[in-house]
């Protein structure tokens, strides 16, 4: 039976997790480098239209974690991706240095300065990275922009353009304004600070909803080891979030994500991000529309990483680039506004307009991650 589904992939891939053979990986072309269909101006990337921005998302998303690195230095970007990796590695370096030169000494008359590393503080200041449970013993950091799925395009100030619009993603929305040749980005931010409108979001829904998707579901910690020595953990997540309802083509437009995040306790006892050699198990139903149409599949994927982001397709559990949505449409039931016999007038006489009402769903999910390294297992589970 036909499912009605294919997706189209709008952001990009980002499985964060090193690569055990960088050394090996190939030398970006120039021609690669030097795509005519973007530029960067004072320091975002400005792509010429929609479809420029979907072909170099997807170019950007096959490059491996240095392959992206060379390619950022030679146009002169940086992206919060990489800043967010490179916050991860610092920590790490930090942590390592801080056991040698603080071995065997009181831990408690240490500089509390000392507990991070200097581009920690840089990261927090600027706001790039916000504190998740703050003041309590699981604080940890994570991206302060909503969607983490932008982060690979866009800049410090969660700039982008395409065309003549540029788009500032923040904490909670979306912002946008006609860009024009003569301003320059301090004018730009101080007019988007001022711009008070823009697509209202949420960080993470954590309630279900029979009016709307499900979002973004966490698994509690699963934990090991004790402090002073070193305390690890993981979790895994999932996410079902509505996009959008085109009702000239009744088409529904979602994503359905997976997460898994590793961290470990430095030495005074602060969560940092830890690479980790993970196995992620998952699998679905979702249904969607007045009368339901239904999407099952599940999917394995192996990784050595530290912040895993994964996007996958609800039809047949192919991997598809992080932040891609899924579109699907109506089946011949569904086509027909007020089908004979159907005696429910709440839906009204064109169910399209009350489609708030047949949003994807899950039928039932369980995701599973296993640390091989440190025998732990998260898991989240619901049954409809």
Same mark, same amino acid.
């Given at each position: 039976?036909?499912?009605?589904?294919?997706?189209?992939?709008?952001?990009?891939?980002?499985? &964060?997790?090193?690569?055990?053979?960088? =050394?090996?990986?190939?030398?970006?072309?120039?021609?690669?480098?030097?795509?005519?269909?973007?530029?960067?101006?004072?320091?975002? *990337?400005?792509?010429?239209?929609?479809?420029?921005?979907?072909?170099?998302?997807?170019?950007?998303?096959?490059?491996?974690?240095?392959?992206?690195?060379?390619? +950022?230095?030679?146009?002169?970007?940086?992206?919060?991706?990489?800043?967010?990796?490179?916050?991860?590695? =610092?920590? !790490?370096?930090?942590?390592?240095?801080?056991?040698?030169?603080?071995?065997?000494?009181?831990?408690?008359?240490?500089?509390?300065?000392?507990?991070?590393?200097?581009?920690?503080?840089?990261?927090?200041?600027?706001?790039?990275?916000?504190? *998740?449970?703050?003041?309590?013993? $699981?604080?940890?950091?994570?991206?302060?922009?909503?969607?983490?799925?932008?982060?690979?395009?866009?800049? +410090?100030?969660?700039?982008?353009?395409?065309?003549?619009?540029?788009?500032?993603?923040?904490?909670?929305?979306?912002?946008?304004?006609?860009? &024009?040749?003569?301003?320059?980005?301090? $004018?730009?931010?101080?007019?988007?600070?001022?711009?008070?409108?823009?697509?209202?979001?949420?960080?993470?829904?954590? @309630?279900?909803?029979?009016?709307?998707?499900?979002?973004?579901?966490?698994?509690?910690?699963?934990?090991?080891?004790?402090?002073?020595?070193?305390?690890?953990?993981?979790?895994?997540?999932? +996410?079902?979030?509505?996009? +959008?309802? !085109?009702?000239?083509?009744?088409?529904? =437009?979602?994503?359905?994500?997976? @997460?898994?995040?590793?961290?470990?306790?430095?030495?005074?006892?602060?969560?940092?991000?830890?690479?980790?050699?993970?196995?992620?198990?998952?699998?679905?139903?979702?249904?969607?529309?007045?009368?339901?149409?239904?999407?099952?599949?599940?999917?394995?994927?192996?990784?050595?990483?530290?912040?895993?982001?994964?996007?996958?397709?609800?039809?047949?559990?192919?991997?598809?680039?992080?932040?891609?949505?899924?579109?699907?449409?109506?089946?011949?039931?569904?086509?027909?506004?007020?089908?004979?016999?159907?005696?429910?007038?709440?839906?009204?006489? @064109?169910?399209?307009?009350?489609?708030?009402?047949?949003?994807?769903?899950?039928?039932?999910?369980?995701?599973?991650?296993?640390?091989?390294?440190?025998?732990?297992?998260?898991?989240?589970? @619901?049954?409809?």
């Amino acid at each position: 039976m036909k499912k009605y589904l294919f997706f189209f992939a709008i952001f990009t891939i980002v499985f &964060t997790s090193c690569n055990k053979n960088e =050394e090996l990986l190939p030398i970006i072309s120039e021609e690669a480098i030097s795509m005519p269909d973007y530029k960067v101006r004072d320091g975002f *990337l400005v792509f010429a239209n929609r479809e420029s921005f979907v072909e170099t998302i997807k170019f950007i998303g096959n490059l491996s974690i240095s392959e992206r690195e060379q390619w +950022e230095s030679k146009i002169g970007f940086q992206s919060q991706h990489s800043m967010f990796m490179k916050l991860i590695n =610092e920590e !790490l370096i930090k942590d390592s240095l801080n056991r040698i030169r603080y071995a065997g000494k009181d831990l408690s008359k240490v500089d509390k300065r000392e507990y991070h590393s200097e581009y920690y503080y840089e990261m927090l200041a600027k706001g790039i990275i916000k504190l *998740l449970a703050e003041d309590t013993p $699981d604080e940890y950091w994570d991206y302060s922009v909503y969607d983490r799925s932008s982060t690979p395009f866009i800049n +410090e100030n969660g700039l982008f353009a395409i065309g003549d619009t540029l788009y500032q993603i923040t904490n909670h929305k979306i912002k946008s304004m006609l860009l &024009t040749k003569d301003t320059n980005k301090q $004018d730009l931010l101080r007019s988007l600070s001022a711009n008070n409108s823009g697509i209202q979001k949420t960080s993470a829904e954590y @309630y279900y909803d029979l009016l709307n998707c499900p979002g973004q579901i966490w698994a509690s910690w699963t934990t090991k080891g004790k402090w002073p020595s070193v305390k690890r953990r993981i979790r895994v997540g999932t +996410e079902l979030s509505f996009v +959008e309802f !085109l009702i000239s083509y009744q088409r529904m =437009e979602f994503k359905h994500n997976f @997460y898994v995040q590793c961290q470990k306790t430095n030495l005074f006892n602060n969560w940092i991000y830890e690479f980790r050699n993970i196995k992620v198990d998952g699998k679905w139903k979702i249904y969607a529309y007045r009368y339901p149409q239904y999407y099952e599949s599940s999917i394995t994927y192996s990784s050595y990483a530290s912040d895993l982001k994964g996007s996958v397709n609800p039809e047949d559990g192919s991997p598809a680039p992080f932040g891609s949505t899924f579109l699907i449409y109506p089946n011949s039931s569904n086509q027909n506004p007020y089908p004979p016999g159907d005696d429910d007038s709440s839906y009204g006489i @064109y169910w399209q307009y009350n489609s708030f009402r047949c949003r994807p769903q899950y039928s039932y999910y369980h995701w599973e991650v296993v640390d091989t390294d440190q025998s732990m297992t998260s898991m989240i589970s @619901y049954d409809y």
